[in-house]
Every structure is written in C-alpha cells, then in structure tokens.
Nanobody, 123 residues
Framework: QVRLVESGGGLVQAGGSLRLSCAAS????????MAWFRQAPGKDREFVVD????????YYADSVRGRFTISRDNAKNTVYLQMNNLKPEDTAVYYC????????????????WGQGTQVTVSS
C-alpha cells in the first residue's frame, strides 16, 4: 500500500498562485509515476499532470500547460504542483495519485489516491 497526503489547497483570487504538495509513504518501490487529477462539482475527475519517477518525463493537460508546473523531491518522496495564473475554472478538489505502470492520463491506471485538497479560485 502507498499512502498519499496532499496539502496546500485554499482560496485564492483569480490570477493568484498556490502550491500543492503530496507526500508518499509506504510501498513506494514499485512506483512508476505520480500525478495530479482534479474534480469539480458535477464533473468527472480530470487529468491535470503526471511526472515519471525515474525520468524527467512530464505530461500536462492542455488546460494547465504553461500555468502549472509539477516537480518532485525524490529524497522526500514528495511531488509538488505549482499553480500560477489561476482561473475560476481551476476550482476543484485536487487529488494526488500513484501509478505502478507506464500508462498515464487515464485515472483507471492509477493505483493509489490521496484524500484530496480543495482549491477555490474566486473571480
């Protein structure tokens, strides 16, 4: 089992920034990558960004490319999501996830999930 704990969510005005963190613990040796997804009220869970754990590959959703940046700290087993120029449509619960395979973007292929952290962007 892998345990994920997200933090850093909150309320911010449009154009502002937030930094989310996701700390992983437990059986992380099989991890191939980590990602952020988000889910707004009444909508399906949406892929945001993925980072490979052993390489420098990153994958961004078109809606956040250029505004969001994912990074990782291997020593701390933590990934970060720097979110700049936030928009009201970024409002959602943000979830951290771990995958133990090479398939990215599709939520069904992620094996472990955090509890989520709320991000609210006011206009």
């Amino acid at each position: 089992q892998v345990r994920l704990v997200e933090s850093g969510g909150g309320l911010v005005q449009a154009g502002g920034s937030l930094r989310l963190s996701c700390a992983a613990s437990g059986r992380t040796s099989s991890r191939k990558g980590m990602a952020w997804f988000r889910q707004a009220p009444g909508k399906d869970r949406e892929f945001v960004v993925d980072i490979s754990w052993s390489a420098d590959s990153t994958y961004y959703a078109d809606s956040v490319r250029g505004r969001f940046t994912i990074s990782r700290d291997n020593a701390k087993n933590t990934v970060y999501l720097q979110m700049n120029n936030l928009k009201p449509e970024d409002t959602a619960v943000y979830y951290c996830a771990v995958r133990e395979n090479i398939i990215v973007r599709n939520s069904r292929w992620y094996d472990f999930w955090g509890q989520g952290t709320q991000v609210t962007v006011s206009s």
